[in-house]
């Protein structure tokens, strides 16, 4: 794998409070990480002046608001994200299939013939483990659920799913290998696990099939964040292509 496809894969979360801090990130690390995902707190205090910022950079954007209601709203807000010009953004697979159905449906009807932003379904957040599910009355253990709503999200149009590394290679299994897969819980061995509960190394999640890996605070905590994140570009790189 060359250094440009390794880096590639490496979404910088931009997990931060202010636009002052979103800025100096993207300042710092474009041209060193293959996207920039942005959440909920930083588009919520900024909008998409956040993503017209990544832009203006030279960078690509993983919206990741997690969007999950009636199938109206999901596909009119879908539809939003995607005209920003973002690369990739989310929804949450346990919507069901017609809310992920009306989705894609919108979105090819507004960008016919047309390339648009890849819409990914999560499956179970990286923090719960079985008992957060049986918390809320699903019995069926994390990995059996993640590829039940991956198959789901599949079937109504999705273009790929956020999972656990740990899944990845189920995932593949019952969904193939056109179908992407974007992997939070993604640790380096030079970094603490923080809230992640099912993680993995980037060669691991890598070599069992991941497309994009999440990473935040190992590449933005370390004390040179340049050669933390060139770091992980070269764990990345033993892995063969």
Not at 113 to 141: D, H
Request: glycine share 8%; hydrophobic share 45%; with cysteine.
């Amino acid at each position: 794998m060359t250094r440009d496809e390794a880096r590639s894969r490496i979404l910088f979360a931009l997990d931060v409070e202010s636009f002052a801090d979103a800025k100096h990130w993207v300042s710092v690390l474009s041209g060193h990480v293959g996207m920039f995902k942005v959440g909920k707190q930083l588009f919520t205090s900024h909008g998409p002046d956040v993503v017209r910022m990544v832009d203006n950079f030279g960078g690509q954007v993983f919206l990741d608001l997690k969007y999950h209601d009636i199938p109206n709203t999901v596909a009119m807000a879908s539809v939003e994200a995607a005209r920003l010009g973002v690369k990739l953004f989310n929804l949450h697979a346990l919507g069901g299939y017609e809310m992920m159905a009306r989705t894609v449906e919108a979105l090819d009807k507004e960008f016919s013939g047309k390339e648009r932003a890849k819409v990914l379904a999560v499956t179970i957040l990286t923090s719960s483990n079985e008992e957060t599910l049986r918390q809320v009355g699903i019995e069926y253990p994390v990995r059996e659920m993640v590829v039940r709503l991956a198959q789901l999200a599949q079937k109504a149009g999705i273009d790929g799913v956020v999972a656990s590394p740990q899944e990845v290679e189920l995932i593949r299994a019952a969904c193939g290998n056109d179908f992407l897969v974007v992997t939070p819980g993604v640790r380096p061995a030079f970094a603490s696990t923080d809230d992640q509960k099912r993680i993995m190394t980037p060669a691991e999640a890598v070599r069992a099939g991941a497309d994009y890996l999440v990473i935040g605070r190992p590449i933005s905590a370390a004390a040179d964040p340049l050669k933390a994140a060139e770091a992980i570009v070269e764990e990345i790189m033993t892995v063969e292509a």
